[in-house]
Structure formats: structure tokens, C-alpha cells
């Protein structure tokens, strides 16, 4: 029987056919060794450098936003015309004000081929490879849900909501969100479940905001892309926080802030290719919904659940940016989870929440297909996409805020397997496994190398016993009329789309649902260093975050019993796993939010920030906003000085600097805030700053 999985990953993992010198052979499929589906017709090309004008000016040739037909270098348009027809476009769309750094990165080199003959795109792929010109060449591989359409999360019903309304805790907990009581993964008291003298539920087996909440719930200038299902925009414990394109119109059919794709107000849909979120397909699960409530639904607003990062309607929280690469049954491949990638890094994103991934490479062969087995197999197989997350751990975020380049956080995988699944299991990235009520494994859980950290994740099997609040027992049956019910208090309560809960709350589990809890986590003490004007770089802020964590080796000893398919084929006797198999396997500990908190205010992390020096185009003008560099800087009051003024002036108004240049040159200057502290910075006047005032 297949093992069923509750997060979002994806399977990949295959082989290039051999190449000849003779005529490609017509194939018999278009299946790679691996058993996955690669994208028919279709797969990328990183071209050498010194190829690449020739390319450019054959795009250039066309009309504005239509592929090329040739690629005007003869070598590779003749192994192209052995294939058929074909047109040649640049993955990655040109954004004028990051294509300098997209360039660095050669990214600009990868072009999608996509052909109409009756070849592979594996036969093609390792023709083209022999060529002198190409530098790389991948599979743009079909992406898919390990999980049925019809295993969607359990929604919360109104009789139930209302229940346990009701039923809240006022004095225990410090929000009025109704919900909270039952979200054990976000503060646990211990009193959920209890077997005889036997706790399921321990004290503190949460990420711990409670006490975190008290510096910080959140910021808005923290981004956190959700590559996954489309994020419902209407829902009330989300549509105050999400992040918004100020240049862009919804619904709009043209590029007006020229990034390169056209009405992205609150994110885009890369599935098809739009700005038009979508969620309501009757076969979309509402995972992307979820997991964005685990982050950043607003807290203290009397509905619903709390989350980690999502502040309040006085303190607005942290920021979501829907990047949509999955839609109800429609099949997603690489393209639409690269493009996602690269998008969020260029548009003001420094977390990605990816509650996807591929299957263990040790994974059992019987119940799952497994993938890369080693970070050398995945990069060598998915170089673009590995280029893509190098761009966005390097790129996101800037120097003069609070991070330097991007956190990349993976669900570890589901599958029970001894290590995690990639990309997560690469050192670029954040793994996360899951973790119960009481700290154990979730019985799901891959875990071992490549994993760096958990968190909760629910755990249906191990909490089967407990009924949700929806069960309903039938006398007649002697029997409880849905057993999915069963257990699910044990799992993760979030938001949800209303197609697929009335009520807009549901439970998921998987380690697709402990994921968020890390990048809700990683964006609140962000969200904290952002009130303390302190940086980071992004490998400094990853490994304060390992560090930052509950200690859970003490807790793996003895055994868990669980009872894993007892819905389904009605096992009376409970399964058991050993605990010393997980001790030291599930990364450096549980996050915690309080630690992470406390340690980024302490002395020796991080560096302070200060007002950063301005280069200034001959005859126009920069703005920057004091406050962001000062201690509580919307209460202060400042006053700006300019060593020469015939190179540049400068003027405050409204809280606003404003800085002209007069004529090429430097001068030093300095910012004076009402408190006393001094900030000196150079203005540098140039004829030309591409079109960037910062440096």
C-alpha cells in the first residue's frame, strides 16, 4: 500500500538517453529512467557567454515579447531543425532594475527550447549537450502533489467553531483569537491530549512566541513568498496581510512596473502564467491558504487563529507574497517553480516558504519512487533550478536592511526515510521535520542527513484515539461515522479557502505544515532585528536560527505506538517506532522563537546599522527614509548636513531625504537625529548610476 503524504513535494529524478551521431530515433516515451514525467517539447539551455548577444539579437529580431525561431547560431538551430519546429525564449523575463545582478548570476543565459517534433526532450538534451556553445542543459520535469486531490485538509465546521469559541480560555492565553486554544503548535499547555498517566502533550512543545511575542509580532517590510497553491486573498485573517505591488494593477493585462510580469498586485500565478491568484478549483487542497495562516494570519482581531508573524491591526505583521506553481489537478513543472524562485528575490521577498520538494533518495522503493540521493546528483540533474536558489540566498534581502541575501526553508519530506528530501537537504536551504505535541517524530517524517531543524507538524496517526471536534458517533454502527475525524486535534489548525472549509479553518499535517512554523519563526525575529536596526548576513541570521533551539535528543528513547492505516484497513493493534533510531536526526533541535529573539538582541550578533552612503545621478535626485537606520526612529526628528554643497543638497521633509546632485563629485555629509546620534555618509554625484540611487 503507498504511504500518503500531506505536504506538497514533487518527484524527479531521471537520466539523459545516450546521444548519436545519426538522426535522432523517434522515442517510445517520454519517461526518464527516474518513472517521472518531464514537460514534452520542452527544456532549458544555459548558452556560453560569448553566444549570448548573438542570441539576444536574434529575440530582439522579433516582435516584442514573442520567442525567436532561430537562435542565429548555426550549430545549435541545426541539431534544433533535427527535432522540428521550435521557438527559443529567455526563461527568466528582463527586469530592468535587477537585470545587472541577473547577468552576474548567468541567468540570463538559460533559454526554454520548446519543439514540436516527435523527439525527447531527454534525446534532445543530450544533443544538444555535446555542443561547444551550451554550457548546461535540464528537463523542464513535471512537478507533481504526492498526495490524491481528494486528500484535502479537514475543515472546521460551524458547530464546531462556535463550540469551541464557546468554550475559550480568556485569562490562559494573550490573544483573543478563539482559535488559539486549540493550536497547541503555536502555544501548548500541555492539556490537549492525555492518555492515563501517559502525556501526548508536553508543556511547551510548540515554537514558543508567547514570550517572543512580547518584543515583536511581526513587521510589514518582511516578505515571505509562498511558492505553493495560490493564497486566498479574501480571507479576513489574511487579506490585511498581504504583501502589495504598489506599482502594479490587479487583474491588469499589462507589465505597468516593468518587472516583467503583468498585474502581480499580490504575488503572481506561474501556473498559468497571470496575475490572477486563484484558489477556488474544486481540486485544490487549500495547503497554500494554510500554510500562509501558520505565518501570518492577524492576531488579536477576535476571528479565527493566531499565527507567529502576523501582528496586529494597530502592529501590522509580516508580509505574504503568493507565488502560485500549483493549481487544482493542472500539472506544474520546473519552469513555474524556478521563475517563482527568482521572482520573490527580485521583488522584495528574503523567506521562501516551500512546503514542497522531492521524495528521500532513501526512501523505501515500494511504497515511493525515490529522487536525488546526494547533493552532486541534484545539482548535476537540476542545475537551473539550483542556480535559481543560489540567486535567491544570495540576492534577496539588501545591506542596509536587515538581511543580506534570503532564507530558503524546505519541508524535509514524508516518506519515513532516513534523510531529506532535496532541494531542502542542500546546503543552500533550511530541511524541516516534524515533530508531535510531545516533542516525538511525527510518525511521517523523513529525517537524518540533509535535515537541519524541526518543528510541529501534527501527527493524525499517533493521535487516532483523540476525536476531532466533528466526530460523530453512530449507535446504530456502534462506530464513529468518519474516521479522517479521528485524531486531527493533533494535527496543524490554519486558515483555509471557504470552497473547501465553510468556516475558513481547517486541519493539515506533514512536514509541508511544520515548514511554516520555521519561516514564521525566521520572519519574526527578522521582523525584531528590523525594530533594532540590526543586519545580518543570510548565512549569519541561518545559523543563528539552528542555534536558537529546543534541545528534543532527550525525548528519543523507548517507543511511540501509533495507528497508521487503522482508518483505512481497521488495524485493532497499534504500529511502533523506535525512538534512539531519531536521536541526533532531526537537525540541531526544535525552533524556538524566544531564543531566537533573545539572541538576536543580544551583543555579538549581527552588526547595527547605519545610514548608507548615496550615489546621485548629475541633475536628479534620491530619497531614503532616516528612520529606518535609528532605534525608534518614527519618534525622532532629523537634520542633515552636506559638506560641499555645490556637489549635492539635501533637504528633510515629512520624515523624507531628499538629495540632489548639482555636479559630479563627492562630498561627505551626515544625519543628526533628535536624540544625539550622528551618522555620517558620502554622496557621490554621477553622470550615470544605472538608474540605482543606492549603493
Not at 518513472?35 to 529575440?59: M, N, Q, R, T, W
Request: aromatic share 10%.
Amino acid at each position: 500500500m503507498k504511504n500518503i503524504s500531506y505536504g506538497i513535494l514533487a518527484f524527479a529524478f531521471f537520466a539523459l538517453a545516450a546521444c548519436s551521431e545519426e538522426p535522432l530515433p523517434a522515442p517510445e516515451t517520454n519517461i526518464p529512467a527516474g518513472g517521472e514525467e518531464s514537460s514534452a517539447g520542452e527544456l532549458f539551455v544555459k548558452f556560453d557567454p560569448y553566444v549570448g548577444e548573438i542570441i539576444e539579437s536574434s529575440l530582439a529580431a522579433t516582435r516584442s515579447g514573442e520567442p525567436a525561431s532561430r537562435s542565429g547560431i548555426l550549430s545549435v538551430d541545426e541539431v534544433l531543425d533535427l527535432i522540428g519546429g521550435y521557438r527559443l525564449e529567455r526563461v527568466f523575463p528582463v527586469d530592468q532594475r535587477t537585470e545587472e545582478r541577473t547577468r552576474a548570476a548567468g541567468l540570463h543565459l538559460w533559454y526554454l527550447v520548446r519543439f514540436e517534433g516527435q523527439h525527447s526532450a531527454a534525446e534532445a538534451a543530450e544533443r544538444l549537450a555535446q555542443l561547444g556553445e551550451v554550457q548546461k542543459t535540464s528537463l523542464n520535469r513535471t512537478i507533481k502533489r504526492t498526495y490524491g486531490t481528494g486528500k484535502k485538509a479537514v475543515p472546521l465546521t460551524g458547530k464546531a467553531l462556535s463550540a469551541l469559541s464557546q468554550s475559550r480560555d480568556q485569562v490562559a492565553y494573550p490573544l483573543n483569537d478563539p482559535l488559539l486554544p486549540r493550536q497547541w503548535h503555536i502555544i501548548n499547555r500541555g492539556n490537549l491530549f492525555l492518555e492515563g498517566e501517559v502525556a501526548k502533550s508536553v508543556v511547551g512543545a510548540d515554537v514558543q512566541c508567547e514570550e517572543a511575542w512580547k518584543l515583536s509580532q511581526g513587521d510589514p517590510s518582511i516578505v515571505v513568498a509562498v511558492l505553493d497553491e495560490g493564497v486566498c486573498l479574501t480571507h479576513p485573517d489574511l487579506q490585511n496581510n498581504l504583501w502589495v505591488n504598489e506599482d502594479e494593477i490587479y487583474r491588469s493585462d499589462k507589465d505597468n512596473d516593468g518587472n516583467g510580469y503583468a498585474g502581480d498586485l499580490h504575488g503572481y500565478n506561474f501556473v498559468q502564467n497571470c496575475g490572477i491568484i486563484s484558489w477556488e478549483d474544486i481540486d485544490d487542497t487549500g495547503h497554500g491558504s494554510h500554510v500562509a495562516g501558520v505565518i501570518a494570519a492577524q492576531n488579536d482581531n477576535g476571528i479565527g487563529i493566531a499565527s507567529i508573524a502576523g501582528g496586529t491591526a494597530q502592529n501590522p505583521g509580516v508580509k505574504i507574497m503568493s507565488c502560485q506553481i500549483f493549481s487544482g489537478s493542472t500539472v506544474s513543472n520546473a519552469l513555474a517553480s524556478i521563475k517563482a524562485i527568482k521572482y520573490a528575490a527580485d521583488n522584495g521577498a528574503v523567506i521562501l516558504q516551500c512546503s514542497w520538494g522531492y521524495t528521500s533518495g532513501l526512501a523505501n522503493g515500494y511504497d515511493w519512487t525515490p529522487a536525488y540521493s546526494s547533493e552532486e546528483m541534484w545539482a548535476k540533474e537540476c542545475p537551473l533550478e539550483k542556480e535559481a536558489l543560489d540567486y535567491f540566498v544570495h540576492n534577496a534581502g539588501s545591506p542596509n536592511g536587515p538581511i543580506d541575501g534570503g532564507l530558503a526553508i524546505f519541508a524535509g519530506g514524508n516518506e519515513s526515510a532516513p534523510m531529506a528530501g532535496f532541494p531542502g537537504a542542500s546546503e543552500l536551504c533550511v530541511a524541516v521535520a516534524s515533530t508531535a505535541a510531545d516533542f516525538t517524530p511525527s510518525v511521517f517524517s523523513n529525517y537524518g542527513p540533509g535535515t537541519t531543524i524541526s518543528a510541529p507538524g501534527g501527527d493524525q496517526d499517533y493521535y487516532f484515539d483523540y476525536l476531532g471536534e466533528d466526530a460523530v458517533y453512530d449507535t446504530k454502527e456502534d462506530a464513529y461515522v468518519d474516521n479522517s475525524l479521528r485524531g486531527m486535534s493533533g494535527c496543524v489548525l490554519s486558515t483555509l479557502p471557504f470552497n473547501v472549509s465553510e468556516t475558513g479553518y481547517g486541519y493539515m499535517e506533514g512536514t509541508s505544515m511544520a515548514c511554516p512554523h520555521v519561516s514564521g519563526v525566521a520572519a519574526l525575529g527578522l521582523s525584531y532585528a528590523v525594530q533594532l536596526r540590526k543586519h545580518f548576513t543570510a548565512d549569519e541570521f541561518k545559523a543563528l536560527l539552528h542555534e536558537c533551539v529546543t534541545p528534543i535528543d532527550n525525548r528519543m528513547s523507548g517507543k511511540k505506538f501509533y495507528y497508521r492505516y487503522t482508518s483505512e484497513l481497521g488495524l485493532a493493534r497499534p504500529m511502533q517506532m523506535l525512538l534512539s533510531s531519531y536521536k541526533g536526526q532531526m537537525g540541531s533541535g526544535q525552533v524556538n522563537a524566544t531564543k531566537l529573539l533573545d539572541a538576536i538582541s543580544g551583543k555579538g550578533t549581527g552588526t547595527s546599522l547605519t545610514f548608507p552612503n548615496l550615489y546621485v545621478p548629475f541633475g536628479s535626485s534620491v530619497t531614503a527614509i532616516p528612520a529606518n537606520y535609528f532605534v525608534d526612529g518614527e519618534q525622532l526628528t532629523y537634520t542633515v548636513s552636506v559638506a560641499d554643497p555645490s556637489v549635492a543638497s539635501a533637504s528633510i521633509e515629512n520624515g523624507k531625504l531628499t538629495v540632489s546632485g548639482a555636479k559630479p563629485g563627492a562630498t561627505a555629509a551626515s544625519i543628526t537625529a533628535s536624540n544625539g546620534l550622528t551618522h555620517n555618509f558620502s554622496i557621490t554625484v554621477r553622470k550615470n548610476a544605472n538608474g540605482n540611487g543606492w549603493l
